[in-house]
């Protein structure tokens, strides 16, 4: 109809929407080719590839006939209904993540809208502004152009004026600078009088043989003197270091030669370090630190000798700190001399980091340390011996009798009251706030461990080198070994050696346990050397030091006293001739010597040594082979054998039935462990003796009055040598009847005393020693 009107425009949204769609998938060429007629045709266009866009709807190349065309084909009526609430789902989440972009960006397009509007409101009136200020410029562009035409001849007049002036100022200046000179030189403001003649220098260099002669002249006279008055500045010890370094300087300036000069300030910079390290001379560090600082600046090519210096200056402050130790130098007056140093490396490594003074000063407060902790050690192990070796010579000095409970005393209390404040002493490293003290916690604390343990090391081995031992047989007669020990000559008195001994046993029982509380609540832990090699300090191992070298120094005393009462006995029977030996008429003389002797071990083992029960001789059922601990019995029954017989046929008999009945006797352990006690020391001693005497009447040819003087001297000796040892009376009457059978094994006719006679002898020796104890001295 030619009438009817053409259907209205597209909504321009719609339009846009389509155009969206058809971007997204693709479709403008099919839109503008035409749809296929009909399903059949679009099957019958079907390729290959379109029919793989079945499952890639989003493709670039999705085709939506052929995809339905294929969907028709494949699915019946339950799965394209499916296909439609699935797709209906997709549209509807597409739709929703649309409408929340466009909310989300809502704001952004509502404010670019309004910047818009406010730059086309803005926009309007600025083309009128510009060009009024475009006419404005352009009327002083005008009006200066007028002004540089007028003024432009007189301009050049002024420029010429004024270079002339400028001329005539320099020249001034010239013939001025000597007045000038002097003035700087009497107010002794050299630097300014340095820059006056380095600015007119360059003038000299051209009009100086000229126009300026004689002021150059002036003015170098006056320079001159200018240099001297520097270099006698500089040399000056009263001037302080700044003042010396800006001569240097000035001269420099003047092109002066300061090569010669460098060498003699470092030497002035060496005293001055000198005289650092002298205590009367006031010199602070600040000064130094001032000094190397403007060397630095004068001379930067001496920072390699400035680093020599300062290290060898702080290299001498610890050396001297090493010497001072070695005085006893306590660890709080050690602290403070460190802290000095320390502040003092600090101010110098502010200007002179390059010299590593720092780690240089770690390590010698490592050396120091050190070098104080184990001279600490050796100082306390030499109070230890003065306590006990410094008291013989005092007592010596005084001629008095040595007291050996106070010598005791006071090694006890050197040991442990040492060790204690030997310990607070090193806790203050702990306790001081110096820098570098945390870094070697761990490093001191094995040095503390290490030192207790070489200290106690070497006290044992002091003990056995002080009692001037050396290995020789055992106490009991037993082959030689090294853990035996026997006195040397001119060495401590015995007494001392059983003070060593209990001194010995009181470390391991009382000093050693409290050390080892200390440690384990100030200096526990360690460094590198505790978790690689266990602890330092290992108190089991020093208690079983101490433990032996007690028993050693014990035996030494039984077996030096022994020696010496056997030198006694030896005497004794080595000088008579017991072939001719007289009648028996009193008890010899060498039994008091012996008594003598025996009470002198008493008395000192009472001062020493605790009370305690000794362990009594053990008899046995076996029998074996005679030994040193094997019985002999003297037989009752010989004194009743056969009168008629000869001399040498009952000797006979008698030496044939003492060892028929050691056949059937049982055996006696004499010797028993030496306790730490009174009892078992003396009972031990006077042991021994008895078989020293046994041994040397073996060793003699008896006559029947011989054999009668060592029966009468053995019996008397049975009462006072059970007085010495309570409880062991059987162990004493068996060694003495040991003596006896000796004497009777060894006798040509061996007819004992008769028991009145034996009396009444005894008897009159016991009134003679009451008379002789009873009379004055």
């Known amino acids: 109809m030619a009438g009817v009107s053409a259907p209205p425009p597209m909504d321009e949204k719609a339009k846009r929407t389509r155009d969206l769609l058809a971007s997204f998938y693709n479709n403008t060429s099919n839109s503008n080719s035409g749809a ?52 209906a789902a997709e549209i509807k989440n597409l739709d929703t993540d649309l409408q929340m972009l466009v909310y989300e960006n809502y704001n952004k397009f509502i404010s670019a809208t309004d910047t818009i509007k406010r730059m086309k409101s803005n926009i309007l009136g600025m083309e009128t502004n510009m060009e009024q200020l475009l006419a404005k410029i352009t009327s002083v562009q005008s009006k200066s152009d007028s002004v540089n035409t007028s003024l432009f001849e007189k301009r050049e007049h002024i420029e010429k004026l004024h270079r002339s002036r400028n001329l005539l100022r320099k ?166 001399l460190l802290r000095i140093i320390w502040e003092d490396v600090t101010t110098i490594d502010q200007v002179l980091p390059e010299a590593a003074l720092p780690a240089f000063s770690l390590e010698s407060t490592c050396s120091s340390i050190r070098q104080h902790i184990s001279i600490a050690f050796s100082h306390l192990q030499h109070e230890i011996s003065d306590a006990v070796a410094g008291s013989q010579s005092k007592s010596n000095e005084d001629k008095d009798e040595l007291d050996l409970q106070i010598v005791l005393e006071n090694g006890k209390k050197a040991a442990m009251q040492g060790s204690l404040d030997l310990l607070v002493e090193l806790r203050q490293f702990f306790d001081e706030n110096l820098e570098l003290l945390p870094k070697l916690r761990e490093l001191i604390t094995d040095w503390v461990q290490e030192g207790f343990q070489e200290f106690f090391q070497n006290l044992e081995k002091h003990f056995i080198l002080l009692s001037g031992s050396s290995t020789n047989s055992g106490p009991l007669g037993e082959s030689s070994s090294s853990d035996h020990l026997t006195q040397s000559p001119d060495k401590l008195p015995t007494g001392l050696v059983l003070v060593l001994s209990q001194l010995a046993v009181f470390i391991e029982q009382s000093v050693i346990p409290k050390v080892t509380e200390e440690i384990a609540a100030s200096f526990s832990g ?74 002198g071990v008493k008395i000192e083992v009472k001062q020493i040594l605790p009370c305690g029960v000794i362990k009594k001789h053990r008899n046995s059922d076996s029998v074996g082979s005679g030994s040193t601990n094997s019985s002999r019995s003297h037989p009752n029954a010989i004194r009743e054998d056969k009168l008629t017989h000869t001399n040498t046929q009952r000797a006979r008999s008698q030496f044939l039935e003492n060892h028929l009945a050691k056949l059937f006797e049982q055996k006696m352990e004499i010797f028993t462990k030496v306790e730490y006690t009174q009892e078992s020391v003396i009972s031990t001693v006077i042991k021994l003796c008895l078989k020293s005497l046994q041994e040397f009447v073996r060793l003699q040819t008896l006559n029947r009055s011989g054999y009668q003087q060592i029966q009468l001297d053995m019996e008397f000796l049975k009462a006072p040598l059970k007085q010495l040892v309570d409880d062991d009376d059987a162990a004493i009457d068996f060694l003495l009847k040991e003596v006896n059978n000796a004497a009777h094994e060894r006798c040509l006719d061996p007819i004992p005393l008769e028991a009145p006679i034996l009396d009444k002898l005894i008897s009159a020796k016991l009134v003679k020693n009451k008379d002789l104890s009873g009379s004055p001295l």
Not at 56 to 80: A, C, H, R
Not at 316 to 332: E, G, N, P, T
Not at 557 to 572: A, D, H
């Open 36 to 87: 296929p007629s009909s399903p059949s045709a679009a099957a019958s266009n079907l390729t290959p590839r379109s029919a793989s866009s079945l499952d890639s709807i989003n493709s670039p190349s999705f085709d939506p006939t052929s995809y339905m065309s294929l969907l028709v084909q494949k699915s019946n009526l339950e799965g394209l209904l499916q296909k439609h609430v699935q797709m």
């Open 171 to 336: 020249v001034q200046f010239i013939y001025d600078l000597p007045s000038r000179l002097n003035k700087c030189i009497k107010a002794e403001a050299y630097a300014d009088a340095v820059r006056f003649f380095t600015g007119a220098k360059p003038i000299f260099e051209v009009y100086g043989d000229s126009s300026f002669q004689e002021c150059k002249r002036a003015s170098e006279e006056a320079i001159n003197t200018v240099i001297q008055n520097l270099q006698g500045k500089l040399y000056s010890d009263s001037e302080p270091i700044e003042a010396r370094a800006e001569a240097v300087v000035l001269l420099k300036q003047l092109n002066f030669p300061v090569d010669n000069l460098k060498t003699s300030l470092l030497e002035k910079l060496e005293d001055c370090l000198l005289k650092l390290e002298d205590e009367s001379k006031d010199v602070s560090v600040g000064e130094i630190s001032k000094t190397f600082r403007a060397y630095l600046i004068i001379f930067p090519d001496s920072e390699q000798r400035l680093i020599e210096l300062a290290q060898g200056l702080f290299s001498r402050r610890y050396d001297a700190v090493r010497d001072q130790l070695k005085k006893r130098l306590r660890s709080v007056d050690l602290l403070e």
């Open 526 to 599: 360690g460094g590198v050397r505790a978790y690689e090699y266990g602890p330092a300090f290992i108190p089991g191992e020093i208690c079983r030091l101490f433990r032996s070298a007690g028993e050693k120094l014990l035996h030494l005393y039984i077996n030096t006293k022994t020696r010496k009462i056997s030198v006694v006995l030896k005497k004794r029977f080595t000088t008579p001739n017991w072939i001719k030996h007289k009648e028996p008429r009193e008890v010899h003389m060498f039994v008091d010597i012996l008594l003598q002797e025996l009470e």
